[in-house]
Nanobody, 118 residues
Framework: QVQLVESGGGLVQPGGSLKLSCAAS????????MAWYRQAPGQQREWVAS???????NYEDSVKGRFTISRNNAKNTVYLQLNSLKPEDTAVYYC????????????WGQGTQVTVSS
């Protein structure tokens, strides 16, 4: 019954913005850390950002200063604000929920497509 449902992807011009959402159900949300990954065609999946239940966050170097990860524990939802988008940001974006107490416990969303093109 654990589910992660992602939304917010779409087509945007270079320099534009999008906000992705990932809503979790079937868990005590505050027990988990959250992360965003992305995968471009023909590429391996790469980590983008992560956030602990406390709100402490980390970012991959190429998105620092442009993307912001946040969470609303009352809504069981994690967000990724994407600003100053570049064509190289085009990918399927996935959210991951994982336990800071168990390395074998992780769940993935279905992914949402972000396309940056003029």
């Amino acid at each position: 019954q654990v589910q992660l449902v992602e939304s917010g992807g779409g087509l945007v011009q270079p320099g534009g913005s999008l906000k992705l959402s990932c809503a979790a159900s079937g868990v005590i949300f505050t027990l988990y850390s959250m992360a965003w990954y992305r995968q471009a065609p023909g590429q391996q999946r790469e980590w983008v950002a992560s956030i602990a239940s406390s709100g402490a966050s980390n970012y991959e170097d190429s998105v620092k200063g442009r993307f912001t990860i946040s969470r609303n524990n009352a809504k069981n939802t994690v967000y990724l604000q994407l600003n100053s988008l570049k064509p190289e940001d085009t990918a399927v974006y996935y959210c991951k929920m994982y336990s800071p107490y168990s390395v074998s416990t992780e769940y993935w969303g279905q992914g949402t497509q972000v396309t940056v093109s003029s």
